[in-house]
């Protein structure tokens, strides 16, 4: 069972803790656990609070943790890919481009028949899995960014795959990325053979 855990563990130990630049003598440490990926029998309590006042890379690799940008240990990602699959989930990797706007609606319009030629020819390639605008928070108006999403062979690929569209490489948009493990869901296909169409859903 993989679950967001919140609790708070009583720890009795003698530790240097880096953290705070001090040496921690037999001190009771409540520690808070937020946001932490579980798997039960998998990732030991023990393995937490041990990379938790830990910063040695030796040791987070052993207890296969990582540092994130919120201050918390989370599994490293082939970790967590292990898990997964090891539990039944797909864990098939894609890779995710939120695409924002950095120019006028001039420029943006300028660069939009190359950015779609370009997407045309990654899709017949089948390096592109989907891509569409996104809404603003309401749902109800066009906010300017869009997502992209790639069928890559690595977090390399994909990046060139993103720096080269043509709406990234002329500055009319900047972009982030990251690597997406689809678990689950469902995907549709309907095929009409009469009219030779195939719908999704």
């Not at 989930?89 to 001039?106: C, D, N």
């Not at 906010?143 to 569209?165: E, T």
């Not at 002329?170 to 869901?185: C, D, F, P, Q």
Request: charged content about 20%; overall charge neutral.
């Amino acid at each position: 069972m993989i679950g967001s855990v919140r609790r708070l563990v009583s720890v009795d130990f003698r530790i240097p803790c880096r953290q705070v630049g001090c040496l921690v003598s037999r001190k009771r440490w409540q520690v808070e656990m937020s946001r932490v990926c579980l798997t039960v029998n998998d990732i030991l309590i023990s393995e937490l609070i041990a990379a938790i006042f830990d910063d040695n890379e030796d040791t987070r690799q052993k207890n296969r943790f990582s540092w994130d940008h919120g201050g918390i240990w989370m599994p490293s990602w082939d970790a967590y890919r292990e898990s997964a699959r090891a539990r039944g989930s797909l864990a098939f990797e894609l890779y995710v481009v939120l695409s924002i706007p950095a120019a006028t609606q001039e420029v943006l319009k300028a660069n939009l028949p190359d950015h779609l030629a370009y997407q045309n020819r990654l899709e017949a390639k089948g390096l592109l899995a989907f891509s569409g605008p996104l809404s603003d928070e309401t749902g109800t108006e066009m906010h300017g960014m869009g997502l992209i999403i790639y069928r890559a062979q690595s977090f390399d690929h994909a990046r060139d795959l993103a720096c080269n569209d043509p709406m990234h490489s002329s500055g009319a948009r900047t972009y982030t990325l990251r690597k997406w493990m689809v678990n689950e869901g469902q995907i549709s296909l309907t095929a009409q053979l009469s009219a030779q169409s195939v719908s999704l859903r």
